[in-house]
């Protein structure tokens, strides 16, 4: 049977939407050699796999708690026959690894992202940027963001892209400190 994580009206926007929007993270920041990163809320596989096929050297742990969408991307992971990712079928805050940076597209609220993975996150850097959340979003972030005003890097992502799709996507990075 076929599970479609994708709708039918954004099939035709497909590159754009899904792989172009996940590579913009690659513009933004350079992974390094060894490091590892946790996609969480993958979905379909976004930003994650986009991100692996770029990032050859680097350690990707797709984590979803839906089960059919966990299997579809394994599905994908031994087609691309990628060796650096594995997944994770389960909550954001059973996650018992430890990792250097947390992606997710449009998973949750800031707030909310950062209590279920804060355990996870290493303190260091094993990128361009120090360790810490980067994620996609869209529309209006000023509530969502104001307790972080200090501490966030918004980039719109027209900056990259001109697509019209992009004009109100930002990528929204914070900076892991332990409290």
């Not at 800031?110 to 361009?128: C, D, F, P, R, Y």
Request: aromatic letters at 10%.
């Amino acid at each position: 049977h076929r599970i479609n994580l994708i709708s039918r009206k954004d099939i035709e926007h497909f590159y754009e939407r899904h792989v172009l929007h996940s590579l913009v993270i690659a513009k933004f920041i350079q992974f390094n050699k060894g490091a590892h990163v946790i996609d969480v809320g993958t979905g379909g596989g976004f930003p994650g796999i986009p991100l692996a096929i770029i990032f050859p050297q680097v350690s990707f742990t797709l984590v979803d708690s839906i089960t059919k969408k966990i299997k579809v991307v394994d599905d994908i992971i031994q087609k691309l026959g990628l060796q650096n990712v594995e997944t994770l079928n389960m909550r954001a805050e059973d996650i018992k690894i430890k990792t250097d940076y947390i992606i997710s597209r449009a998973t949750a609220p800031l707030t909310e992202l950062i209590n279920w993975t804060k355990h996870t996150l290493q303190t260091g850097q094993a990128g361009s940027m120090p360790d810490g959340w980067i994620t996609l979003k869209g529309g209006d972030l000023g509530e969502e963001l104001k307790p972080f005003e200090k501490q966030v890097v918004i980039e719109p992502i027209s900056r990259y892209f001109s697509e019209l799709f992009f004009e109100t996507k930002k990528i929204v990075y914070l900076p892991y400190k332990r409290q």
